[in-house]
């Protein structure tokens, strides 16, 4: 293997990592929260990369980047409407019930997600073409270094700078945060539990949408789309400790280096690395690699 | 609030009768219904007993796994390899092919619920079932994506007779028949005092505990006795449908058995063969509308959990007796 293998292995592990981290980002922010594992959060990141992709079709050709970063976000927004929408109808319906149930209505939720897609967009192939000024590749000495996933690198970095800082250095981020820890003590110190808890779906929805949007170019659509990112989801964020950001995103990228490098190793079965990997974390340690065990 | 009892008030009596009527309204089938629509009968009937293994863990246990199919795929790979490669009787067969799934059941179990409990056992198994899957799509023997195709469906030696179970119906009757003997067995393990106790264990594994009821040991007898279950279930499959893919092991699979479940009425011994009439129902009226099918069924489960928690037999059950909401 030389340097040059080497560098593309882990560019092509990082795109993954942060691919991944963007759309398990949301989920473990409302685990960590509310404490619902919410399956269908896949769906709704599925659903933000067709509404970026109706976007594009209808403005036409290659987009700018700047079209392009606006599409997500006006993804992420449509797809918070959605989350509010949810949260009135099941989310709020779900406190107190079993895990087990929670788990299996947003199963339906899931379900639900599929099948409006499918009946919206057909199930045929969609593709988006990047943004002009992501499309092609640099070349660091023998390696390709694609413009397109360093931009997603980016965006993964960025989307988990600011999450971080929101919620560690700013009043309503330290609010989210103390009600994760004591929803009790928190109402009971005049905190409107509910209204953080709708903002934190929303944001949480919000970046499945966004994750849609700057992640759309990056693989074809199909109604498929969402099933396999929960799982890789669910894979980092257990790696990383169900609930805290700093987890998914560490736990993204050692899961796609094991990942890529696993490939190396073992050729002739993907994805294999990734549930062995998941399975063993979940044995030995299952409160995962930055979680603490308390529930 | 989840607190009705398992077998929803009624006995013995009660679900042999029940049974009996079933099963004579499934060996009618073929004289009513063209051979597509005997086709998802009999896949009713596996999916009834796929369904009714799942419950022996979550009904019964209150054990939530997601990787059942991992099991069902085993049954069904096992009897595909068993009868086509080593050319083993279809009955051997059969037998071979719980034993395997009770063997994976119990391998997993072993490790997966020492470990884990709720939600984290549930991702668990659903990582195994996925390295399963993963397995299966890339081993050559076992057709990696493609599958396993063309399968025969065998001939039974019984003593002196012989049946072509190839001919006509007749794998559809022996489907029937082997379904029964699952269900009966299934039935029975529910009134035993193992049975007894892994209720007590669902209610309250702590207190279960202090009785001197060995939690972990009964899960995971539960576990493996469910993947056996789960397995022939499978094996069935494979001859019925005369081909397996990896598909089978995929997690989408494990969830059929607990929209069936839920649907039906977790509480209720009867509720997974009924909601495996109705999913199936439902599947075959939207068969033409794509993401249909998908839509409504999340939507009828979404209905269940979050507001008719008993499924279709809880709400019967309610409107029979004249209760008014609990």
């Not at chain 1, 639900?112 to 990047?130: A, D, F, I, M, R």
């Not at chain 2, 119990?106 to 619920?113: E, P």
């Not at chain 2, 839509?295 to 507001?307: H, R």
Request: overall charge positive; aromatic content about 10%.
């Amino acid at each position: 293997m030389q340097a040059a293998d080497i560098v593309t292995l882990l560019v092509n592990s990082l795109t993954w990592a942060m691919a991944t981290f963007l759309v398990a980002a949301g989920l473990t922010l409302v685990f960590g929260t509310l404490h619902i594992l919410n399956f269908s959060h896949g769906g709704f990141f599925m659903i933000g990369a067709y509404l970026a992709y109706s976007l594009a079709n209808a403005i036409g050709g290659a987009p700018s980047i700047a079209m392009y970063l606006f599409g997500s976000l006006v993804a992420g927004v449509l797809v918070a409407v959605l989350g509010l929408v949810v949260d009135r109808l099941v989310l709020r319906r779900l406190a107190g019930v079993d895990d087990a149930y929670v788990l299996i209505a947003t199963y339906a939720l899931l379900l639900v997600c599929e099948g409006s897609t499918k009946l919206l967009w057909g199930l045929n192939y969609h593709s988006v073409q990047p943004p002009a000024s992501l499309d092609g590749a640099w070349l660091l000495g023998n390696a390709v270094l694609p413009k397109l996933s360093l931009f997603i690198i980016g965006a993964g970095v960025i989307v988990f700078v600011a999450l971080e800082y929101c919620l560690n250095q700013t009043r309503p981020g330290r609010l989210v945060k103390a009600i994760a820890a004591d929803p009790w003590m928190a109402r009971l110190l005049g905190v409107n539990v509910r209204l953080v808890y709708t903002a934190t779906v929303a944001l949480g929805f919000a970046l499945a949408g966004l994750a849609g949007g700057l992640l759309v170019s990056n693989q074809t659509l199909s109604p498929t789309l969402a099933s396999a990112f929960v799982i890789q989801a669910f894979g980092v964020i257990i790696i990383g400790g169900m609930g805290s950001i700093a987890g998914a995103f560490f736990g993204s990228i050692l899961l796609g280096i094991i990942d890529a490098f696993g490939q190396w190793v073992l050729p002739g079965l993907p994805g294999l690395p990734f549930f062995l990997a998941m399975t063993l974390i979940l044995l030995l340690r299952p409160q995962g690699l930055m979680g603490r065990r308390n529930h | 609030m989840r607190g009705s009892t398992f077998l929803g008030g009624g006995g013995r009596r009660r679900d042999a009768l029940i049974l009996l009527a079933v099963v004579v309204l499934g060996l009618c089938v073929p004289s009513f219904l063209n051979r597509g629509l005997v086709f998802i009968a009999g896949m009713i009937w596996i999916n009834a007993v796929f369904g009714l293994s799942f419950n022996l863990l979550f009904g019964l246990s209150g054990v939530l796994s997601f990787g059942q199919a991992m099991f069902f795929a085993a049954g069904a790979y096992a009897t595909a390899v068993f009868t086509q490669q080593f050319a083993l009787p279809f009955i051997p067969a059969l037998l071979l092919s719980a034993l395997v799934g009770a063997l994976l059941a119990a391998v997993v179990g072993l490790v997966a619920l020492r470990r884990s409990e709720g939600v984290y056992f549930a991702i668990l198994t659903l990582a195994f079932a996925e390295l399963v899957h993963l397995l299966i799509a890339n081993t050559a023997v076992l057709g990696r994506n493609d599958g396993l195709a063309g399968l025969q469906r065998p001939a039974l030696g019984l003593g002196g007779w012989r049946i072509d179970l190839a001919a006509g119906d007749n794998f559809y009757f022996f489907i029937v028949a082997m379904c029964a003997l699952l269900i009966l067995l299934i039935r029975w393990i529910v009134d035993t005092p193992f049975g007894r106790a892994l209720q007590a264990v669902k209610q309250d594994p702590e207190r279960a505990e202090f009785l001197g009821i060995p939690v972990r040991k009964h899960r995971l007898a539960i576990f493996t006795l469910a993947g056996a279950t789960t397995a022939t279930a499978g094996a069935l499959v494979a001859p019925w449908a005369q081909i397996v893919t990896p598909e089978l092991a995929h997690w989408a699979n494990s969830t059929s058995p607990i929209l069936y479940t839920l649907l039906g009425g977790s509480a209720y011994f009867w509720g997974p063969v009924l909601g495996a009439v109705v999913l199936s129902a439902v599947f075959y009226v939207t068969r033409t509308l794509v993401g249909m099918s998908d839509m409504v069924t999340g939507l009828l489960l979404l209905v269940v959990v979050v507001s008719l928690p008993g499924g279709i037999l809880g709400l019967l059950t309610r409107l029979t007796r004249g209760e008014g909401k609990r």
